[in-house]
């Protein structure tokens, strides 16, 4: 007797040598690493190799590799138009989206071969970061402007984004917030591109998969809908009131609690939750803050005993909102940290275990029926 597994749970659909996450101990590392350490220590480009190329660079590997991305900030001019023509009340992610599978159109019958792969990387991170800038600058009513490479990724999008530079603190929070978000095994996003990828579509049209997935709420938009969440909440003396009405009668789920592997706290919330502390300045900011850590104390209370804690979203849009990025960036944000992880797991699958993905559904519906004309 065949069996359904709604929301696939515990279906295993490949191996990976990338992302290690123990669900109970609160574990994640990529390629064996530490991911808070790597978030700490290491920098976007960094943690970027070791997950596509297999190994940490040496000195040599991480000057060619930045090098190279840096000869792909500039996006091509029908690119820009994309961006530019974009209606003013446009969501963020889905400009990305569309920019990605646009420039997908360059790349039919694409040979997935590691040398193809290895090559196109660069390229990708690249016009990510510049189409995501780009993005934030449109938004803002800001010219189009290809971005200059500035010491590493995260300090080059940020000045590629406010033109200025917003310091070391905050340039060290975005570059933790890259790493953190650049992998997390395969979700529903890397899913969705894994699924595209087997059909040996090209790797634009993978990320355009991946990214329409991450829009949602329950996974890339939660991080948006958290800080709506405090916002809605709006002052620290609110909090209990709010959970008692909403939460505990039923009304809504906690936006950045619980998660389908997690059965303890997320363990990359502990770096968001530093930064979050760290860079909290105006009084708005201190206020979400304190919502956040009343609101966390009582989520804890009444969820841990069921194992649902914190995510990482819970903090990581009041790091957002400190480096100073406004709510409809968030999930944009996330989506250009994680192409590193969806590119590795894409091409894992393609290089490794390549086989169509074609699961099937159990049909329940009405037996044969006799079809008859309308007149
Ligand atoms: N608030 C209240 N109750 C919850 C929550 C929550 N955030 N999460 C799970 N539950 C309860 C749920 O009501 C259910 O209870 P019962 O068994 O009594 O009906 C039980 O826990 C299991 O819930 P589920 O929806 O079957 O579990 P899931 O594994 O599908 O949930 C989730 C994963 C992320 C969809 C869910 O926890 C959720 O909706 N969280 C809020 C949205 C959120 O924070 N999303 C970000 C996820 S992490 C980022 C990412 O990986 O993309």
């Known amino acids: ?35 808070n350490e790597l978030a700490e220590k290491s920098s976007f480009e960094e943690a970027s190799y070791l997950l596509l190329f297999g190994n940490i660079p040496s000195k040599e590997e991480l000057k060619d590799f930045k090098n190279k991305i840096s000869e792909n900030l500039a996006l091509p001019p029908y690119i ?20 990605l599978s646009a420039l997908s159109e360059t790349y039919i019958n694409y040979q997935w071969k ?43 999008f940020l000045k590629a984004c ?34 595209t990828a087997s059909t040996l579509s090209d790797m634009y049209s993978s990320l355009t998969s991946a990214i329409a997935a991450l829009r949602g709420p329950l996974h890339g ?5 958290a800080y709506k969440q405090f916002e809605e909440i709006g002052y620290p003396d609110n909090v ?28 990359r919330l502990k770096t968001f939750k530093k930064y979050a502390d760290e860079l909290a300045e105006t009084e708005n900011q201190k206020k979400m803050l304190e919502i956040a850590k009343k609101l966390e104390g009582l989520g804890v209370k009444n969820f841990g005993s069921k194992g649902i804690y914190t995510n990482t979203d819970f903090y990581s849009g009041l790091v957002f909102n400190e480096i100073g990025f406004p709510l409809y960036m968030f999930t944009t944000l996330f989506g250009l940290s994680r192409i590193s992880g969806i590119l590795a797991h894409i091409m894992e699958y393609v290089e490794t275990q390549e086989r169509l993905i074609r699961p099937r559904a159990i049909y329940k519906g009405p037996g044969e029926k006799k079809y008859m004309q309308v007149d």
Do not use: C
Request: proline share 4%; net charge negative; hydrophobic share 35%.
């Open 240 to 267: 209990e009131t709010w959970f008692n009405k909403n939460i505990l009668q039923g009304k809504k789920r906690l936006v950045g609690f619980g998660h389908r592997v997690y059965r303890t706290y997320d363990p």
């Open 221 to 225: 938009g939660a991080a948006e809908s």
């Open 162 to 195: 406010f033109d200025k530079d917003v310091g070391e603190e905050r340039s060290m929070a975005m570059d933790s917030a890259l790493i953190l978000y650049m992998d997390h095994e395969i979700p529903a996003s890397t899913t969705s591109a894994i699924v």
């Open 80 to 99: 820009h138009e994309i961006i530019k023509n974009a209606p003013e009340n446009a969501d963020a992610l889905g400009i990305m989206q569309t920019a």
């Open 1 to 35: 007797m065949e069996e359904i597994s709604p929301g696939l749970e515990n279906v295993y659909i490949k191996y990976t040598d990338l992302t290690f996450i123990d669900g109970n101990k609160g574990i994640m590392r990529y390629r064996g690493y530490d991911v």
């Open 114 to 156: 590691r040398d193809n792969d290895l090559k196109l990387i660069p390229k990708i991170l690249g016009n990510t970061l510049s189409i995501v800038s780009n993005i934030y600058r449109i938004k803002n009513k800001l010219p189009i402007k290809d971005p200059v490479f500035d010491k590493n990724y995260a300090t080059t």
